[in-house]
């Protein structure tokens, strides 16, 4: 077998364009297509369930380590935010010095922090591991595309980066249920630890099958001013929407971090158009296409990853399920995730991708509306149809975006483009919990002190009606001890009727942004390089 790499086919300044780099030939087991997309899928499978795994034991740790709710929001921002910023410039890293070695360091990385955060004991102390798995993990995702692109003759390419995109859209969608199980049968701890031999696996896999690939004109520099620009940009702007509920909308500290992110990101945008070699060329986002099927993926992900973090408050603390049943009752999700994903490929290759992801973003949009009906007493029947809606809904979008967004870039940028792809979901996801988290607390900040009142309970001061604030915004009753029976009833009715009503406007405000996001989808197409890969070989 013998396999091309055809990352950047132009020589520099308009120069003659090059031709392909041949790639050693492969022997054996090494560099085999198939063999190196169950590899690269063990890897890629690891980070894509820490996603949403974590979501589920974030209760359990809530409470082990008494953290507050910006600080649970943390363990799933740090984790977004690093992966999301860094996903670009790892993809350069792979392009420089290959995507095998860049792949087996983020394996390796991967999987110790993973287990650091295992043996942490206080929250600072996850929240900072997680942020190292979030950078970690960028070096594997561009590396695994990259990966497949070089080791796929074009004819078969498509087919990998479909069942690619299943194996995320899957273990995004699994991570509740598996979740469920570890946190209620072993511990929070075994939800990172289970990483380790997982991560083990893929580094075996790895240095056994795994062909080194390499662009002729890779990047012999790197965008540094363009990192730290970005970096800073999507910090200000997530801190700024996590702290809001409790500084105040109207505080200067909320709008001096919010004016700040908008001055990095133009000055991001101006210091990419002078750089030779930028972090993101912007000369991607004159395809109109491309730049809505960027628009659709952080859509999409603040829907989602958003409205996924309070369900599980929901379910866990309002219904008072155990976490493996909280898992179990997103089984519906998961299970039209990965029915759906097949379905939605097979319409997409079929008529394009413009109706299925109009179409998906749709019935996402009427499923967070659904969502938004939820009450206290809701039968697990009802919460099944519209969490299987929002599983129906979402997949077509999971499986269309790598070809709307790489499809559509030139094939010297087709790597960049899958790093912009997996960064835009990232963002989205890291963005969904800080909105409508901010929603959530703002509006049991609004309503707590009325409802308590009107409920006839005592009086609290400033200090206990914050306490009880940020209890109640998981959902979780502020009963003190040795409360008699009758009263400890009415602060929980309080309580979770006043987390229901914040759920319902933040799943108000995700059924707005997926409605917004169908008008985007329909200003996609099919990419002129949506049958073309970067492989060429035999297999």
């Known amino acids: 077998m013998t396999s091309q790499t055809t990352i950047d086919a132009t020589g520099p300044e308009g120069a003659a364009p090059k031709a392909p780099l041949e790639s050693p030939p492969a022997a054996g087991l090494r560099g085999h297509p198939w063999l190196t997309l169950i590899t690269v899928a063990v890897g890629v499978m690891m980070v894509a369930l820490d996603g949403t795994i974590v979501a589920i034991a974030n209760p359990a740790i809530q409470k082990d380590l008494g953290a507050t709710f910006a600080q649970v929001q943390w363990i799933t921002n740090g984790y977004f935010l690093a992966l999301a910023v860094s996903l670009i410039t790892a993809g350069k890293l792979g392009d420089r010095f290959g995507h095998r070695q860049t792949f087996l360091i983020g394996v390796t990385g991967f999987a110790a922090a993973s287990g650091a955060i295992g043996l942490s004991h206080s929250i600072a102390a996850v929240v900072t591991f997680r942020v190292f798995q979030g950078l970690f993990g960028a070096l594997l995702m561009p590396a695994a595309l990259g990966l497949l692109r070089a080791t796929f003759p074009a004819e078969k390419l498509n087919m990998a980066i479909g069942i690619w995109g299943m194996v995320i859209g899957a273990s995004t969608a699994g991570g509740p249920i598996l979740g469920g199980v570890l946190v209620e049968h072993v511990n929070w701890q075994s939800v990172f630890f289970i990483n380790v031999p997982v991560g083990a696996l893929a580094l075996v896999l790895g240095v056994l099958i795994l062909l080194d690939h390499r662009a002729e004109n890779a990047p012999r ?319």
């Open 221 to 539: 520099s790197f965008d540094l001013p363009g990192i730290a620009l970005l970096s800073g940009a999507m910090f200000c702007l997530v801190w700024a929407l996590i702290k809001a509920p409790t500084w105040g909308w109207g505080d200067g500290k909320t709008w001096l971090f919010i004016g700040a992110s908008a001055v990095l990101f133009a000055v991001f945008a101006f210091w990419e158009t002078r750089v030779k070699e930028p972090l993101i060329p912007l000369g991607l986002f004159r395809s109109v296409p491309l730049s809505a099927g960027v628009v659709l993926m952080v859509l999409m992900a603040i829907a989602f990853m958003g409205g996924l973090f309070f369900v599980t408050f929901y379910l866990q603390n309002v219904h008072g399920m155990s976490p493996i049943d909280a898992g179990l009752h997103l089984l519906p999700l998961t299970g039209m995730m990965i029915v759906g994903s097949p379905l939605a490929g097979a319409a997409i290759t079929k008529l394009g991708p413009r109706i299925p992801l109009a179409g998906g973003m749709a019935a996402t949009a009427v499923a967070m509306y659904g969502m938004s009906t939820l009450k206290a007493d809701t039968g697990s029947g009802v919460m099944s149809v519209w969490f299987a809606l929002l599983g129906l809904g979402l997949a077509p979008v999971m499986v269309g975006a790598t070809e709307v967004i790489v499809g559509n870039a030139p094939m010297e940028l087709s790597g960049v483009a899958g790093g912009l792809q997996q960064a835009a979901m990232q963002i989205g996801g890291s963005l969904g919990t800080a909105v409508l988290g901010a929603v959530m607390a703002s509006k049991v900040d609004s309503d707590l002190p009325g409802n308590w009142t009107g409920a006839g309970l005592p009086k609290l001061t400033p200090d206990q009606l914050d306490k009880a604030s940020e209890a109640v915004q998981v959902g979780v009753a502020p009963v003190p001890k040795g409360v008699p029976e009758q009263i400890a009833a009415k602060i929980t009715e309080v309580a979770h009727h006043t987390f229901i009503t914040g759920m319902s406007l933040a799943s108000l405000v995700a059924a707005g942004v997926a409605a917004v996001a169908v008008l985007v989808a329909l200003l996609t197409k099919r990419g002129a390089n949506a049958e073309a890969g970067a492989g060429v070989g035999h297999i």
